[in-house]
């Protein structure tokens, strides 16, 4: 399995994945179908006709264990506590770092300058007292140690802000804003890319805690058991999947804010009010041909971000 559409295919070949034809809105119409669907134990969904846009949308990407068996190249009748006990006996051994190639379908689509534009993509509004659309949900944030060179492959929630810039909740003490500060003392904008869609692993990992200066990349590398190829962005430098469906690389001022937020959490209750935060200013969108959004559903489990948690 390389990428998202991999996994698109190993979930239909076993009956499932639900395709929805009908038109559906990507303003809390979409949310509330898979949510519905997820709280049944419904199957994967790939909305491909959503309002206003050709690119479909797929969610309820990890709602069942067999699902998320799939994703860790396991068997499907394993319980969430044997995916665990694996996970653990994997990454704890010998790690397998990335491959840098030159090509790959990520490259596709190089969008640069005016041509850049945020709602290209059919991002959706989840909950009716969303601070707005929020374009990272099942998205993975990758930036790197200015003294170390240490890559990180954090999630953080990313709001929609206008056509070239996302909010980014970066916790105090994630290792994303560990960066930051780094950046800040040197009086430096920090390079991040943000990616959505390639292999499951990569969100999956993301959406973890690995130790204190371990590249996640590596850890993706012996759950795949064979390197993650990358490619190290035109702009920042950093490697990005080769087979991510859309990467936005640009940087996050430390030193800039805008108002984010509220976003309806996995818990199924809203964290925190309005307030200040940083965001990465997009410079440049990469897309495959015909890309997949995957979203990630919130609220009251079971939900995708519960089962990885």
Request: negative net charge.
């Amino acid at each position: 399995m390389n990428d998202l559409r991999d996994f698109i295919s190993a979930c239909e070949q076993r009956g499932d994945l639900l395709r929805i034809g009908a038109k559906v809105d990507w303003n809390l119409e979409l949310s509330h179908v898979a949510k519905m669907n997820e709280e049944s134990l419904g199957p994967a969904l790939l909305f491909e006709n959503v309002k206003d846009y050709k690119i479909p949308v797929f969610s309820s990407a990890f709602t069942t264990p067999a699902r998320m068996a799939l994703a860790l190249r396991r068997p499907v009748h394993e319980s969430m506590c044997d995916l665990a006990r694996a996970w653990m006996e994997v990454t704890t051994k010998d790690l397998i770092k990335p491959r840098v190639v030159s090509s790959g379908p990520i490259l596709e689509n190089v969008i640069d300058g005016d041509g850049v534009n945020l709602l290209d993509f059919p991002v959706p509004f989840f909950s009716k007292l969303d601070g707005g659309r929020f374009i990272g949900t099942a998205v993975t944030l990758i930036t790197k140690d200015p003294d170390t060179g240490w890559t990180n492959v954090g999630t953080y929630r990313m709001q929609v802000h206008n056509g070239n810039r996302c909010g980014v909740q970066m916790i105090k003490g994630k290792h994303g804003e560990l960066m930051l500060q780094k950046y800040k003392k040197l009086g430096k904008k920090m390079p991040a890319l943000a990616v959505i869609g390639g292999d499951p692993l990569v969100f999956l990992v993301g959406s973890t805690m690995a130790p204190f200066q371990t590249d996640e990349y590596d850890i993706i590398g012996a759950l795949r058991g064979s390197p993650l190829e990358v490619i190290e962005g035109g702009l920042t430098g950093l490697p990005m999947p080769a087979h991510a469906e859309i990467v936005l690389e640009g940087e996050i001022d430390p030193a800039e804010f805008m108002v984010e937020g509220p976003f309806g959490e996995y818990t199924g209750y809203y964290s925190g009010e309005p307030s200040p935060k940083v965001f990465l200013n997009v410079k440049r969108i990469l897309h495959r041909d015909d890309p997949i959004f995957w979203a990630c559903v919130v609220g009251r489990p079971i939900n995708d971000v519960n089962m990885i948690q």
